[in-house]
């Protein structure tokens, strides 16, 4: 087990509920991960990426 904040519950938040709990748009969190902002990881399903 490792103790990265992203594998501890409550570690992580999906955009959607990220948008419904702080009132955001998907474009604002967007914009927040380009600006260098927000913290993100990129996952994979079915091979396909997404952040």
């Known amino acids: 087990m490792t103790d990265s ?3 501890q519950k409550g ?3 999906s955009h959607k ?3 419904r709990e702080f009132g955001l748009t998907e474009d604002e ?3 927040a991960m380009r600006a ?3 913290q993100y990881r ?5 091979g396909n990426p997404y952040p």
């Open 17 to 19: 509920n990220a948008c």
């Open 29 to 31: 969190i967007i914009d």
């Open 36 to 38: 260098g902002k927000l």
């Open 5 to 7: 904040q992203w594998t």
């Open 42 to 46: 990129r996952n994979y399903a079915h």
């Open 11 to 13: 570690g992580t938040l």
